[in-house]
């Protein structure tokens, strides 16, 4: 999905020259480099939005469904299409990039300079989070200027099942870059993991109409649980502990699972 650059080498400068941090310094060129990706761009800031509004053009997807509790199919594809935003970032665009930079050997050189290859796992996480978050707020933008879909009912709950979930799915590409030695394996097992993250949060089939066993089992995986936790709150009620505890058991296994497993070459 990406075709990662070469970051900048010269630690606490920038292209204009003056001296940053070393943190800092690496945080301004990756952001550079991550804007030179058109491709990255669309996939996590517009196609969660584009496809939204495709769905708006299904006439049935716009009328209350009884059995939705007399809500809309593209209300419900609102939180869902939050969510692949996080998945296109954490899954697709983020393990290609950083696999890149240790199998090109630019995180062992960094280890002998004063930038830690830290420092560039802590930018690309900023980044990719980032991305996801600011996708978030525009798929609900034009949910509600298009479709007329309600902003979030109880913001508080909304924004924790949100933080929540850009953590674990930014916590399962650190693990994928983790096992996979190389870029090609990354993109691999990235995209098995997109698929299957994709179906959790019900992209094709909303969580809400799946089979009971079906659902039950969905609801157990990360997303599965940040699509009913952000679908509760967005309809006006604190989410359920349940779902909030689930993912938050996600992200702290998926995060302990890349810290360990983790190698800078």
Do not use: N
Request: glycine share 8%; aromatic share 8%; charged share 10%.
């Amino acid at each position: 999905m990406t075709t990662p650059a070469t970051p900048a080498t010269t630690p606490g400068t920038d292209a204009t020259g003056p001296r940053r941090g070393p943190t800092a310094a690496v945080l301004l060129a990756e952001t550079r480099l991550f804007l030179r990706e058109p491709g990255s761009l669309f996939w996590i800031l517009a196609f969660p939005s584009v496809l939204l509004v495709i769905l708006g053009f299904v006439p049935a997807f716009k009328e209350p469904q009884e059995g939705l509790g007399d809500r809309r199919v593209i209300d419900l594809y609102v939180p869902i299409s939050v969510l692949l935003a996080m998945i296109m970032s954490g899954l697709q665009a983020m393990p290609p990039v950083l696999t890149a930079y240790r199998e090109r050997g630019i995180l062992r050189r960094m280890s002998t300079t004063p930038v830690r290859p830290s420092a560039i796992l802590t930018a690309q996480i900023t980044l990719h989070g980032a991305a996801a978050l600011g996708s978030a707020l525009l798929v609900v933008l034009v949910g509600r200027i298009a479709y007329g879909v309600e902003l979030p009912g109880h913001l508080p709950g909304y924004l924790l099942a949100l933080l929540l979930a850009v953590t674990v799915v930014l916590a399962m590409g650190a693990t994928i870059c983790a096992l996979s030695r190389t870029t090609k394996a990354a993109t691999a097992v990235g995209s098995v993991a997109y698929l299957a993250m994709m179906f959790t949060a019900g992209v094709w089939v909303p969580v809400q109409v799946m089979p009971d066993t079906l659902r039950r089992i969905v609801q157990a995986t990360p997303f599965g649980s940040a699509s009913q936790a952000l679908d509760q709150a967005a309809s006006g009620a604190w989410p359920s502990w349940a779902y909030l505890g689930v993912v938050a058991l996600w992200t702290v296994v998926l995060g302990s699972a890349a810290a360990r497993l983790f190698r800078w070459q």
